[in-house]
């Protein structure tokens, strides 16, 4: 009676386990293809030179590391430096991501690419720059995803 007991108890533990033991289905392609499409419509968000329209992809609690300056750990911090970027006259701003890649668990993706700036100094003189960007991204409760640290360098000399 006693070990029928026990193998009942343990087959009511298996079957209850069952949804916890089985296996997440696999979303990153999903997943890549939403980052990839939201940093494609970040990218042409910059293009308006808007501060709250580049803002709103980032989450609250985002990080930004900018070359060459300490890092942005606020919203107000990050518009601050956002905001210098997009009043440099004549400003051009682009990105392309080379490479999207999401965690198996599905909430925290990552993307990698190449930027091109281009700007008009006091003098009128073209200044141009391009190097490559990294962002971490994290997906929120309702399933959209966002920029929760963004960072980037230059590849010309100083």
């Known amino acids: 009676m006693i070990v029928r007991r026990a193998a009942l ?7 209850a386990a069952g949804p916890a033991l089985a296996q997440q289905a696999d979303t990153r ?9 939201a940093d494609e419509d970040w990218a042409k968000a910059a293009q308006t030179k808007q501060v709250g329209a580049w803002l709103a ?8 590391l900018p070359p060459n ?4 750990t606020s919203k107000a911090d990050i ?4 905001g210098q970027i ?3 006259p004549e400003l051009k701003i682009g990105w392309h991501a080379a490479k999207v890649e999401v965690a198996r668990s599905g909430d925290l993706g990552y993307a990698h690419g ?14 141009k720059d391009e190097g490559k960007y990294l962002e ?23």
């Open 29 to 37: 392609a999903k997943d890549e293809a939403a980052i990839r499409k």
């Open 9 to 15: 108890y343990a087959a009511l533990a298996v079957v």
């Open 57 to 64: 992809f980032y989450t609250e609690d985002a990080v930004l």
């Open 69 to 72: 300056d300490k890092a942005a």
């Open 79 to 82: 518009g601050n430096v956002i």
């Open 86 to 88: 997009m009043i440099l």
């Open 136 to 158: 971490v991204w994290k997906k929120q409760a309702d399933g959209s995803w966002k920029c929760a640290v963004d960072a980037w360098s230059s590849d010309l000399p100083h």
């Open 114 to 127: 190449a930027y091109q700036l281009s700007f008009s100094d006091p003098n009128g003189n073209e200044i």
